[in-house]
T-cell receptor, first 115, second 117 residues
Framework: GAVVSQHPSWVICKSGTSVKIECRSLDFQATTMFWYRQFPKQSLMLMAT?????????EQGVEKDKFLINHASLTLSTLTVTSAHPEDSSFYIC???????????FGDGTRLSIL | AQTVTQSQPEMSVQEAETVTLSCTYDTSESDYYLFWYKQPPSRQMILVIR??????QNATENRFSVNFQKAAKSFSLKISDSQLGDAAMYFC??????????????FGEGTQLTVNP
């Protein structure tokens, strides 16, 4: 089955640093990738949608200069949390979509802890 | 805007018994997809079942089946012969066809399922 790899799975860093999270589709071409954020015991909240070769579309309330998304190829999208602060601590999940008839495939998520 | 509502924050079931998780949604579209995802403590999102709105037949996957009532905008999940490994957070989700502008998964609030031995 389709596999999406997300790295790192867990990162702890100091306040003020930038953190990059990678999302790769391993066995299919992902024309669209999605980035979600999830707080404990809550649902997934869509942060942005990225299409290969174009700028990401951010959801209302998500700072595009804070959460930089790059989707440079059909198999890789990255989310960079710039100048991270403790309030950015959360669980971030990516998903990738290939053909329009297939469901999204999720990465295993990244647990981000900012000290 | 599409919304998905799961009115049961928590449910419990005895092992080997059957449980039904409720989901309702709101949309003005006629063509869309509905999903149930399972999220165990590992937090991995696992697709349980998918329903295409234009198909009247309810989707089934082994012990998992849905009751899709399009007119009522209801999409419940039935888990038969519940197993301890079924314990997880279950999310109902809605998606318009991918070629539709702005298509994305809209999730419900989730239902935490506990399976008692």
């Amino acid at each position: 089955g389709a596999v999406v790899s997300q790295h790192p799975s867990w990162v702890i860093c100091k306040s003020g640093t930038s953190v990059k999270i990678e999302c790769r589709s391993l066995d299919f071409q992902a024309t669209t990738m999605f980035w979600y954020r999830q707080f404990p015991k809550q649902s997934l909240m869509l942060m942005a949608t990225s299409n290969e070769g174009s700028k990401a579309t951010y959801e209302q309330g998500v700072e595009k200069d804070k959460f930089l998304i790059n989707h440079a190829s059909l198999t890789l999208s990255t989310l960079t949390v710039t100048s991270a602060h403790p309030e950015d601590s959360s669980f971030y999940i990516c998903s990738a979509a290939g053909s329009s008839n297939q469901p999204q495939h999720f990465g295993d998520g990244t647990r981000l802890s900012i000290l | 805007a599409q919304t998905v509502t799961q009115s049961q924050p928590e449910m419990s079931v005895q092992e080997a018994e059957t449980v039904t998780l409720s989901c309702t949604y709101d949309t003005s579209e006629s063509d869309y997809y509905l999903f149930w995802y399972k999220q165990p403590p590992s937090r991995q999102m696992i697709l349980v079942i998918r329903q295409e709105a234009y198909k009247q037949q309810n989707a089934t996957e082994n012990r998992f089946s849905v009751n899709f009532q399009k007119a009522a905008k209801s999409f419940s999940l039935k888990i038969s012969d519940s197993q301890l490994g079924d314990a997880a957070m279950y999310f109902c989700a809605y998606e318009r066809p991918r070629e539709t502008s702005g298509s994305r998964l809209t999730f419900g609030e989730g239902t935490q399922l506990t399976v008692n031995p």
